[in-house]
């Protein structure tokens, strides 16, 4: 596995070598930067949470207010190297605090830094890349209230290739794609679908659940025909779990047992949410009942998949 | 006398019963641990099924529930001998990497349930308002544990 990641990046370095404008980083059109406008911080809270942006950015075991504290340093291990979280506080010398609308926009749908590098996709822009125009404005208005926290995180430990991030421009024309993963609900039963697509849009888009629960290929990139199929835990052990309607295991929830998990913390059968499943779960028990609902009722009518091998 | 006699045999029983269960956790940690764990959940299921109104409340179920929690927070930590980190276990590393994080984790968890424990009296929490007040802070300690301790899911 190791080997064949190696080849294929060494692989992609030459590409990019010989086709340096293929991995350029890309950025949002003049069209687009110029419809976007600064939100409503309240609103922006609450895409805050469902974005659970906390999670990797706020210090490790952080709690209440100190979840609004970005300073990064949480330590991603996977198997391309460790990934250190940025600060993303408002600090204008160690933070976002200096940036722009559109440099906010860029990073968050096209993985791009306002001086125009690539980031990794451990950041999930490829789900991000989904959000609405309101909601990023929104988003950043509300970063901008967050307290600044000093001093940078530190940097990634990556071997090479893995170090060379203008290849992932490569891996981004490959994997990078806001189009919609399920293009409409697939149920026996009806399916309210303003209620669906509100589901789908919190789930493929701000709430990034296909990062994990999705099994990825060699370059890393999801395996869109196995959305929510479960896949290895990305770090540290264990399998993140299938969340499609799948006969025998998730489908027998409901999606009122659906909901009540990710608002309580308990199964049906009254076992409790673990690892790194808590913080998602403590922040959608942030957002109102009609969005865990949303999200319930868009996991009941998407395609099942049975496990692998 | 016949009650006398009643008494005896059973307290007979149960310490044969209890010898039973100390060779077996001895031979079985994991096992045991899982079995302790098990009680734990079905009572979860029972506690959770009345607070959320699908089970008809009532104080006696509501005492054996609490009963439980307290039995299993005593219990449990004694169960994670070295070396029970191997075979079928959801029990992560950390457990033996940070022995006192552990340890505080079930600290929290019996110090829940004697405040349940005493909350619930002789009869068992009088209502489900009451039996809510009593356990929540029990479930609560729930995935503060399960976070870190157990193998994600």
Not at chain 1, 40 to 56: H, I, N, Q, R, T
Not at chain 2, 68 to 82: E, K
Request: overall charge negative.
């Amino acid at each position: 596995m190791k080997k064949a990641l190696i080849v294929l990046f060494v692989l992609a370095v030459v590409a990019a070598g010989t086709a340096w404008g293929l991995s350029a980083p890309t950025q949002i059109s003049a069209q687009e930067a110029a419809t976007l406008k600064e939100g409503d911080a309240e609103k922006g809270e609450l895409v805050f949470w469902a974005g659970g942006c906390a999670s990797c950015h706020a210090a490790k075991g952080a709690k209440r207010e100190d979840l609004l504290k970005l300073g990064g340093g949480l330590r991603l291990e996977t198997p391309f190297g460790v990934f250190v979280a940025p600060n993303i506080s408002s600090s204008e010398t160690d933070g976002i605090g200096s940036w722009s609308l559109v440099d906010f926009a860029n990073a968050m749908t096209h993985g791009t830094s306002p001086s125009g590098e690539n980031y990794y996709p451990a950041f999930p822009y490829t789900s991000y890349a989904r959000m609405t125009e309101g909601d990023l404005g929104d988003l950043y208005a509300f970063m901008k209230s967050l307290p600044k926290v000093e001093g940078k995180a530190a940097d990634h430990e990556l071997g090479f290739p893995f170090n060379m991030r203008r290849g992932l421009g490569l891996w981004k024309r490959l994997f990078l794609d806001p189009a919609p993963v399920i293009a409409s609900p697939v149920s026996d039963g009806e399916v309210d679908q303003a209620i669906w697509d509100r589901g789908r849009y919190l789930v493929e888009g701000p709430g990034h659940c296909g990062e994990c629960h999705t099994e990825r290929d060699i370059a890393g990139g999801l395996v869109l025909s196995r959305w929510l199929g479960g896949a290895p835990a990305p770090t540290g052990d264990g399998r993140i779990p299938d969340i499609t309607p799948v006969e025998g295991g998730f489908g027998s929830w409901s999606a009122a047992d659906i909901a009540y998990y990710l608002e309580s913390g308990f199964t049906p059968d009254y076992d409790s949410v673990g690892g790194e499943m808590v913080h998602v779960q403590e922040n959608m028990a942030r957002l109102p009942a009609s969005d865990r609902d949303a999200i319930a009722a868009y996991l009941k009518a998407i395609p099942a998949i049975a496990p692998s091998n | 006398m016949r009650i006398l006699g009643r008494v005896v045999s059973t307290a007979l029983i149960t310490g044969l019963g209890l010898a039973g269960v100390a060779a077996q956790a001895a031979e079985d940690p994991v096992a045991t641990r899982q079995a302790i764990m098990s009680s734990v959940g079905a009572a979860a299921g029972l506690g959770g099924g009345m607070m959320k109104g699908e089970i008809d409340y009532n104080p006696v179920a509501g005492k054996s529930v609490i009963a439980t929690m307290r039995a299993a927070s005593i219990a449990y930590g004694d169960y994670f001998p070295a070396g029970s980190d191997q075979g079928e276990t959801d029990a992560t590393a950390k457990i033996w990497e940070d022995p006192d994080g552990f340890a505080a984790e079930l600290a929290k968890f019996s110090a829940a349930t004697e405040k349940a424990t005493a909350a619930s009296g002789k009869d068992g929490p009088a209502d489900v308002d009451a039996f809510k007040a009593a356990m929540g802070p029990v479930f609560g300690t729930c995935k503060s544990c399960h976070e870190t301790y157990r193998k994600k899911n």
